[in-house]
């Protein structure tokens, strides 16, 4: 239960950077920081006691309980996904660098209304 | 951009073989052990990538790096994309069915189209990467110029 | 499984199109504006020709494996009614702004990009509404979402990349909510297929942990969907992008990947829950009136079609939640249907005249160069094409016959007069006289105020000419989808799907 709640956490430090930062690569950092929670939560789902890793040929021979490789499967492609959507966002984040001259985003208010 | 000091250039040249051939590793045996196309495209990458940053590169090199980079990728997806339809004319008529003979399980030559499939993501995988790094690269040249 | 391959041919075809632009396109230049228009065309006329046929619920597994043990394994491909009626709204819209596209972009830089991003885009959206399983929704929701990140910020101005950046942020989060979401899906029933969590979740009693599930994947669709309070990414993005992006992300975007999975999940998916269906209307009604008043102020021509879209988006959320409550609290179920087919009319009919007020705005752009409606005037002499279009889509907009936003709106007021919902009724109809208060302003400063002011300004070419003709032709052909006999093909099967809520899951396990 301790593990969960660890996981619950992070995804908290995450949302309190992305809401009070000033900085835009900031903002992005603690974007990543709140999924990888969420992909730690996804991993540890699956645990089943006293389980092994699920790759034939079995391990031990003797012990028939392996654990679920589905939230794996499911969390590799979720980290590709959140590669691509980190490097979209950080191209932004450089040309937005250069129109502007700053990185602050109390500055960056050309649209407003 | 400049190039590093001669050590770092020859320590990179036998760190990069050595990365590449574990990459390549990775890839082709990701129906025995964990792994596959989306790990060992990236460490197929990150070879590449120490190469660039260990010996620098002039602006249109890295240009024309780009632009094959890019290429590659798109075709290696193609090639997934054609390689998943012909399952559609073959065998039991679906699409993404597995048409090629099913070995011996433990076998490296084995598990039909898998292995196939790897490759091909992981080439496709490392194409990417490679592009979204020149581009930054590129970028960072051009408004530095 | 003889003919429900053409099912993958939705997915496969953007796809394949999308990585084919950039490898035969070094080599044939040109060819990437009519690979993509063709693609589109086709993939139009499959959508038109499999909603004639009106089949029966059909599904495709991947890769042909069977369930075992009455667990399905594979990735399955679903389409029912619902799905269907998603489908002619995406794919006839992408095949106009493809078109369309063929002479707007030839103002920004690289083409190539433009065409791969939006076969990308429509490959994802396709995706969306034909997935039969969570995690593929979630993949294709990506892709078709980080394709329009990439499409909003293409002519990369300053207003452009800081729109872009906001959208990103929220949507991002979004993300992160709705895989939360998914996650504690697969925690509390050990399966992703929706029709296998749908016979689990059926007498289950609703608990504090599914409430916080439905909440979380409510919040996170809601942010894509951009309903009060969640729509801060919309005026931004949706007035920096290009007009022909514009008119898909307001037009298909946020229903395809917003609207279109909150409908599927509520009532497919989790048992039918009354205060869940309170809180769908009040978001509704908090859309609908909220975007009309914020509306009013803006002097940015594609701003206050903007803040327009979310108040549209609002009556179609009012038509569904007034059916989900009806059906909830056991009250008529014809009421219930009515409400909701109004809701999925007035869908497409916005999809229509949604799109062909942003492709006006872009030509309006094209010929004066500008956006605001201070500057402009006296186009009525010398676009007369335009002046004609954009004439009949403010008048749907607004909701007067004979136009289909008529039809649609009266249709959910009926419901709600029916339903005992009076004052969402008053509602309903003080919006769409604000509406068409905007609308008039709209068409007074852009057409008919100063004669001198654009002196330049000549009418479009012709593919942008073709594209909202046929639009405009489509806003009043679609007013005759209430006659019985057509309404039977399009519009009786989407709602059949949403009001019997478990059919759906009993028919795929049965299959």
Same mark, same amino acid.
């Not at chain 1, 950077?17 to 990543?32: A, D, E, H, P, Q």
């Not at chain 3, 035969?24 to 693609?39: A, E, V, Y």
């Not at chain 3, 990009?113 to 490959?123: D, E, G, K």
């Not at chain 3, 039969?132 to 499409?151: K, Q």
């Given at each position: 239960?301790?593990?969960?709640?660890?996981?619950?956490?992070?995804?908290?430090?995450?949302?309190?950077?992305?809401?009070?930062?000033?900085?835009?690569?900031?903002?992005?950092?603690?974007?990543?920081?709140?999924?990888?929670?969420?992909?730690?939560?996804?991993?540890?789902?699956?645990?089943?006691?006293?389980?092994?890793?699920?790759?034939?040929?079995?391990?031990?021979?003797?012990?028939?309980?392996?654990?679920?490789?589905?939230?794996?499967?499911?969390?590799?492609?979720?980290?590709?996904?959140?590669?691509?959507?980190?490097?979209?966002?950080?191209?932004?984040?450089?040309?937005?660098?250069?129109?502007?001259?700053?990185?602050?985003?109390?500055?960056?208010?050309?649209?407003?209304? | 951009?400049?190039?590093?000091?001669?050590?770092?250039?020859?320590?990179?040249?036998?760190?990069?073989?050595?990365?590449?051939?574990?990459g390549a590793y990775i890839i082709t045996h990701g129906h025995l052990t964990p792994g596959g196309g989306f790990a060992g495209?990236?460490?197929?990458?990150?070879?590449?990538?120490?190469?660039?940053?260990?010996?620098?590169?002039?602006?249109?090199?890295?240009?024309?790096?780009?632009?094959?980079?890019?290429?590659?990728?798109?075709?290696?997806?193609?090639?997934?994309?054609?390689?998943?339809?012909?399952?559609?004319?073959?065998?039991?008529?679906?699409?993404?069915?597995?048409?090629?003979?099913?070995?011996?399980?433990?076998?490296?030559?084995?598990?039909?189209?898998?292995?196939?499939?790897?490759?091909?993501?992981?080439?496709?995988?490392?194409?990417?990467?490679?592009?979204?790094?020149?581009?930054?690269?590129?970028?960072?040249?051009?408004?530095?110029? | 499984?003889?003919?429900?391959?053409?099912?993958?041919?939705?997915?496969?075809?953007?796809?394949?199109?999308?990585?084919?632009?950039?490898?035969?396109?070094?080599?044939?230049?040109?060819?990437?504006?009519?690979?993509?228009?063709?693609?589109?065309?086709?993939?139009?006329?499959?959508?038109?020709?499999?909603?004639?046929?009106?089949?029966?619920?059909?599904?495709?597994?991947?890769?042909?494996?069977?369930?075992?043990?009455?667990?399905?394994?594979?990735?399955?491909?679903?389409?029912?009614?619902?799905?269907?009626?998603?489908?002619?709204?995406?794919?006839?819209?992408?095949?106009?702004?493809?078109?369309?596209?063929?002479?707007?972009?030839?103002?920004?830089?690289?083409?190539?990009?433009?065409?791969?991003?939006?076969?990308?885009?429509?490959?994802?959206?396709?995706?969306?509404?034909?997935?039969?399983?969570?995690?593929?929704?979630?993949?294709?929701?990506?892709?078709?979402?980080?394709?329009?990140?990439?499409?909003?910020?293409?002519?990369?101005?300053?207003?452009?990349?800081?729109?872009?950046?906001?959208?990103?942020?929220?949507?991002?989060?979004?993300?992160?909510?709705?895989?939360?979401?998914?996650?504690?899906?697969?925690?509390?029933?050990?399966?992703?297929?929706?029709?296998?969590?749908?016979?689990?979740?059926?007498?289950?009693?609703?608990?504090?942990?599914?409430?916080?599930?439905?909440?979380?994947?409510?919040?996170?669709?809601?942010?894509?969907?951009?309903?009060?309070?969640?729509?801060?990414?919309?005026?931004?993005?949706?007035?920096s992008a290009p007009s022909p992006i514009s008119a898909m992300l307001s037009g298909v975007l946020i229903k395809a990947a917003?609207?279109?999975?909150?409908?599927?999940?509520?009532?497919?998916?989790?048992?039918?829950?009354?205060?869940?269906?309170?809180?769908?209307?009040? !978001?509704? /009604? #908090?859309?609908?009136?909220? *975007?009309?008043?914020?509306? +009013?102020?803006?002097?940015?021509? %594609?701003? @206050? $079609?903007?803040?327009?879209?979310?108040?549209?988006?609002?009556?179609?959320?009012?038509?569904?939640?007034?059916?989900?409550?009806?059906?909830?609290?056991?009250?008529?179920?014809? !009421?219930? /249907? #009515?409400?909701?087919?109004? *809701?999925?009319?007035?869908? +497409?009919?916005?999809?229509?005249? %949604?799109? @062909? $007020?942003?492709?006006?705005?872009?030509?309006?752009?094209?010929?004066?160069?500008?956006?605001?409606?201070?500057?402009?005037?006296?186009?009525?002499?010398?676009?007369?094409?335009?002046?004609?279009?954009?004439?009949?889509?403010?008048?749907?907009?607004?909701?007067?016959?004979?136009?289909?936003?008529?039809?649609?709106?009266?249709?959910?007021?009926?419901?709600?007069?029916?339903?005992?919902?009076?004052?969402?009724?008053?509602?309903?109809?003080?919006?769409?006289?604000?509406?068409?208060?905007?609308?008039?302003?709209?068409?007074?400063?852009?057409?008919f105020n100063d004669p001198g002011a654009n002196p330049e300004a000549k009418e479009v070419p012709f593919p942008m000419l073709?594209?909202?003709?046929?639009?405009?032709?489509?806003?009043?052909?679609?007013?005759?989808?209430?006659?019985?006999?057509?309404?039977?093909?399009?519009?009786?099967?989407?709602?059949?799907?949403?009001?019997?809520?478990?059919?759906?899951?009993?028919?795929?396990?049965?299959?």
């Amino acid at each position: 239960m301790t593990v969960y709640t660890l996981c619950f956490l992070l995804f908290l430090v995450g949302l309190y950077g992305v809401l009070t930062s000033r900085n835009l690569i900031k903002i992005v950092i603690s974007l990543t920081i709140m999924e990888f929670s969420v992909f730690l939560l996804l991993a540890l789902m699956g645990y089943i006691q006293g389980g092994d890793a699920p790759i034939l040929p079995l391990p031990s021979p003797d012990n028939q309980i392996i654990v679920d490789p589905l939230p794996q499967a499911m969390v590799l492609t979720a980290i590709v996904i959140a590669l691509a959507t980190n490097a979209m966002i950080l191209t932004i984040a450089i040309r937005l660098y250069k129109k502007y001259g700053t990185f602050d985003i109390r500055e960056i208010r050309d649209l407003k209304g | 951009m400049q190039g590093l000091s001669i050590i770092v250039k020859k320590v990179a040249q036998i760190m990069s073989a050595l990365i590449f051939i574990y990459g390549a590793y990775i890839i082709t045996h990701g129906h025995l052990t964990p792994g596959g196309g989306f790990a060992g495209g990236a460490l197929v990458a990150g070879a590449f990538m120490l190469l660039i940053l260990s010996f620098g590169a002039r602006f249109l090199a890295l240009k024309r790096e780009k632009e094959g980079s890019s290429f590659i990728e798109s075709l290696a997806v193609l090639l997934v994309l054609c390689l998943a339809t012909g399952g559609l004319f073959v065998g039991s008529l679906t699409f993404f069915h597995n048409y090629l003979p099913l070995g011996q399980a433990g076998h490296l030559v084995s598990a039909g189209l898998i292995p196939l499939y790897n490759i091909f993501i992981g080439i496709e995988v490392a194409a990417a990467l490679l592009s979204i790094f020149l581009v930054l690269i590129i970028y960072k040249e051009e408004i530095s110029l | 499984m003889d003919a429900s391959y053409l099912i993958t041919l939705f997915v496969i075809v953007p796809l394949g199109g999308a990585f084919l632009i950039p490898t035969l396109g070094r080599l044939i230049p040109g060819l990437h504006r009519f690979l993509s228009s063709g693609l589109m065309l086709f993939l139009m006329v499959l959508a038109i020709l499999l909603a004639f046929q009106r089949p029966e619920m059909q599904t495709y597994r991947i890769g042909g494996w069977e369930a075992v043990n009455n667990i399905p394994i594979a990735i399955y491909l679903v389409l029912d009614g619902l799905s269907l009626f998603l489908l002619l709204i995406i794919n006839i819209l992408g095949f106009l702004s493809s078109f369309y596209a063929i002479s707007y972009i030839k103002r920004y830089t690289n083409p190539h990009l433009f065409y791969t991003l939006m076969c990308l885009m429509i490959a994802g959206m396709n995706g969306v509404v034909l997935a039969g399983d969570l995690f593929n929704l979630y993949v294709f929701l990506e892709i078709s979402v980080i394709s329009s990140y990439a499409l909003v910020a293409y002519g990369v101005e300053r207003s452009e990349l800081e729109a872009s950046f906001k959208y990103q942020v929220l949507g991002g989060l979004a993300s992160i909510l709705i895989l939360l979401g998914i996650s504690l899906i697969y925690w509390r029933t050990k399966t992703l297929n929706m029709a296998d969590v749908a016979l689990i979740l059926k007498d289950s009693v609703p608990d504090i942990f599914l409430r916080f599930v439905q909440l979380l994947l409510i919040v996170g669709f809601s942010i894509k969907a951009a309903l009060i309070p969640f729509h801060a990414w919309l005026p931004d993005a949706h007035s920096s992008a290009p007009s022909p992006i514009s008119a898909m992300l307001s037009g298909v975007l946020i229903k395809a990947a917003g609207l279109y999975v909150i409908v599927r999940f509520l009532f497919n998916m989790f048992p039918l829950n009354e205060e869940i269906a309170l809180l769908i209307t009040v !978001i509704g /009604a #908090l859309s609908m009136i909220i *975007g009309v008043i914020l509306a +009013i102020g803006q002097w940015d021509l %594609k701003r @206050l $079609l903007a803040y327009h879209s979310i108040s549209q988006m609002g009556y179609v959320v009012i038509g569904i939640g007034m059916g989900m409550l009806l059906l909830a609290r056991e009250g008529n179920p014809l !009421i219930a /249907a #009515l409400a909701i087919g109004g *809701g999925l009319y007035h869908m +497409i009919n916005h999809a229509v005249f %949604k799109g @062909l $007020l942003f492709l006006n705005a872009g030509a309006i752009e094209y010929a004066t160069g500008t956006r605001d409606l201070n500057l402009m005037g006296g186009l009525a002499r010398r676009m007369p094409w335009t002046l004609g279009t954009s004439f009949s889509a403010s008048m749907a907009i607004s909701g007067l016959p004979p136009f289909n936003g008529f039809f649609s709106k009266l249709i959910i007021i009926i419901a709600a007069v029916q339903g005992g919902f009076y004052f969402l009724a008053v509602l309903a109809v003080a919006g769409s006289v604000i509406t068409l208060a905007s609308f008039m302003k709209f068409q007074r400063y852009a057409f008919f105020n100063d004669p001198g002011a654009n002196p330049e300004a000549k009418e479009v070419p012709f593919p942008m000419l073709f594209s909202m003709i046929s639009l405009a032709i489509m806003c009043l052909v679609l007013s005759l989808l209430i006659i019985p006999g057509i309404r039977e093909t399009f519009l009786t099967p989407a709602v059949e799907s949403l009001t019997q809520t478990i059919e759906y899951a009993i028919k795929i396990m049965a299959i």
